[in-house]
């Protein structure tokens, strides 16, 4: 359709659609469909949004006509003779483009429902001679006539079969649903030899169809080849098959767990095993496969176009959609193989305490994401997994099945094909390809030539997949846990949080690299592995390096957590519950932790305890209690190997002990002073504000925290001195050594301070902006609960031993003290060590919207690039918004939540144990700033409604504002 007169023919048949009633379906007119446009570009031009819609909604019936007929001219082109041929392969692409092009827009509608349940998926009827030989060039079973005699009444009917005339007596067959054989078709254009695949495949084969691997590497070892023209032909039809899986893009957060995806539900339960296999390993390999370096040659990507991005993204895309596929009947929120790897029973008597649930009214607050499951470890930290059973190859793993269909447990065949992977040469083709890509952006980044390496755009969808083979794979999962591989991944986890941790539109990948080390850091392994130095430090792009350092992998990810929580201002507030959980979780492993990395730990701890940020949030003090089991777990299993934070604690007695007193009196009355203070600078001084990065609620400002030159000085300062100050120096007269000393475990002395304080009533008001009053029922709550019996039986028994080595030897190091430290025992002394708990990432509801909204709006985002298949339509999943710049019409997305109220407002009505609780009164407001990729904040209001701001951008600094789903 290169001539302008051939464009404008199609155009004026476009209008005909929806200017004209009732065109016969026998009319020349529908042969243009698939004749006249020359390129996907022609179909997404000249058929506009509001030309489909208008069909759709003024004549259906020619809507439907269309699609009949381009169906049927699919299944005959593929089934005719001559194919492949250069006419026979155009209107093949040009029909699955107009397909790809309506699909979309018929999702959309709800109006359309009870249309496409009937169209699409009502089974079949047509008419056969009893001895009439039923072999169907094309016409004979896919033609438009014979697809019309559905709904014919087989009752009528079945009585005849049993007659003996020969030749005359028709019978009728039910063929089954439109939309079965559709997406069968679809598949089968996957692998169809002279269009995807290449055409000698068909040389030895009776049929054009064959289900093999596109790529080397997961179940295949010989290469087919390929070329341009079958990978751009790929690429068209992975385009087809997303756009008719793409109806949850269409479904509210509310309803989207409770509605069904036929589409999708179709392909994971009855596609058969040799095809599912096929499509699965083809998708996984070329998206593994994919090297965006090329020859490694500067700038190539510069003088060369790269259209295998493409189609590595679809089938990224493609992939995860179909793993993501959980069935409404069978939407668990539990890992797939949590329970398999318990190393003991779950305390179910501290579920509820242990679950660490934040508080509902804190923004995207982790329990509308996640849950936690705990789990009790043996008391001395050792591994007591059980072994891993040793599994057959991936095509072999399945039971022997009638037909190769799936076991009756499974929901999702090509999960339940990915957790068959077992072999180690697969993990490491796996592992490596899934780095090449996750650490291209830091490659290109860290380059002596700017812009010389290309810097691709799908490391989001492959950290999704990176995450999902975790969830499902618990054989992956320990092969990186037994090799290296899992500190590479740290450190991407760890690149992309701080490269991000301030840009509001990549706040859902900051959160899923959350979620992942807190998954991570489940297994003791990973924490044993943490121990190691970190020799390539100086290789990283500058933006991630820490000046001066030297220390292991548990001290560079320290002191990332440290930087994402004090350098964000508030804006990772909703993550710090797994940052927290992160490093409890690995604390009973750690040895070695350097001064910075301890110093840094202390005064984390220090600014959680500030009634600043203690009473802002209801659920602050979680933070604060699983800091102190973090604390609790070193001194008790990791005593000796620590002495630098044994240090840190001892010369910061006061940020312990006036916890161990805290009351909300004290609390309030410290908040008001520091606000009267703040008043008197503003009046004195001009306005100064200070270089130091922060630690912030999402409402309310705390203290500064330090920044890295300080902490570093800090813990050096001469003992001596560090001794006759920060160990001595109290705000009031203190408990004698002796007596705090004898402190049982979980004994405070608040009590002495609660008297002396009950004449000074001082009425509880809002700390922070959400509105949350702190009371004393709530402080006591949680206060008396806090494990801070160790940590003050530690401080009463070595600070004074301390204080007598510097007064009587005088010394000015550090090392008499820490050597001291390494040498110094406390068994006897300290209470029995704790149970260590290991708490889990767990999928909650919330938290599987939040992953398919997350999902959904990458594909809606990375489609605007290329086509933009769905762009016009209204989506529900997240929220689309126009937006106008430089003249022209993009479309921005940011955060991709969704509405999750319905979800929420379910999730509020129970409170079951290791599941963390949701408030029913939550409304979602998200304003976020899109710019090439989606994101997921939130911020928490305490109404019963939800407003989901969610915006896509293909252009830059576009903000998106709020209407509800």
Sequence with gaps: MGATESKLTFRKGVFRLFEERNIRASDEYWSQFWLLPESAEDVFSLVGAQDIRRVRDHAREN????????IDRLFRTIEAPDFPSQNSTLQLLNCIRILTRLIPFIFESEEMADWEEKFFWTPQTRKLKKNRKTETGGESQNSLEQNEAANENLAKESGQESQTQDTDIERIETIPPLGERLLSTIIDLLFLAGFTLPANLANDSSSRIIYVNWETGVGSTLPIGSSKENDSNKTETLRLLLAFISKSMYMSGATYMGKENKWIKHLVLKTERKVVLALLCSLLNTAVK?????????????????????????????????????????????????RQQRVSSVDTTRSEKESIPLSPTTPTSINNLASNEVTRVDNTPQDSAPAVDAATTITSSAPSTQKGHLPS????????????LHRP????????GIYRILSNPMQASNTYLPGSTKQIQCH?????LCWKFLETNKRFRNYLLDTDKVLD?????????????QDSAQLGLVR?????????????DFGVKLNKVFENHGSLPGNVRIHAFHGTYADYMISSIYALIATTRGMLHSLYPAYILTITNVSPYL???????????????????????????????????????????IVQYQFADNPHLIYAILRSPKCFENLSEFTLARGLDEIKKKEKRKKQVRIVTTEKTSEQPEIKSSQEESRPLMSDSEISLNANVNVSQNSQTELTDQDSEPLSEKARGKLPEGVTVASRRRSNESNNVITPFAVGKSGFVPTEDWVSSWHSHLPLGTILILLGELIPKIEDICISQSINSDQPVLEFLRKATMVGILPPPQSILIRKFQWSEASVVWFSSLLWGQIYLASSNYLGVFNGTHVKLFLVKPSTKEGRLKNALGNAVGGVQGVIDRLSTTNTTNTTNTNTNTNTNTNTNMNMNTSTDTSTDTNTSTDTNTSTNTNTNTTATTPSS
């Design 290 to 338: 994919y090297n965006p370096a090329g020859w490694g040659v500067p700038y190539n990507h510069v003088v060369f176009a790269d259209s295998r991005e493409v189609l590595v993204t679809l089938c990224l895309q493609v992939l995860l959609v179909l793993l993501d596929y959980r069935s409404p009947s069978n939407r668990v929120t539990t890992n797939d193989f949590t």
């Design 63 to 70: 809507l439907e006509t269309l699609i009949h007929k381009v």
């Design 512 to 524: 899923m690299c959350a979620f992942i080390l807190q998954t991570l850091s489940g297994d003791r």
């Design 591 to 633: 040895k070695n932790l350097s001064v910075v990395s301890s110093t840094k730990l202390v005064h984390l701890f220090s600014q959680f305890t500030s009634p600043g940020f203690l009473l802002s949030e209801e659920g602050n003090h979680r933070l604060v209690e699983h800091m102190l089991e973090a604390f609790n777990n």
């Design 425 to 432: 040469q697969d993990f490491q083709f796996l592992m490596d």
């Design 409 to 420: 447990h499974v929901d999702n065949a090509f999960r339940y094909y990915t957790s068959k």
């Design 489 to 501: 991944l740290l450190i991407i986890l760890l690149y992309y949080s701080i490269e991000n941790k």
């Design 460 to 464: 989001q969808e492959m950290m999704m």
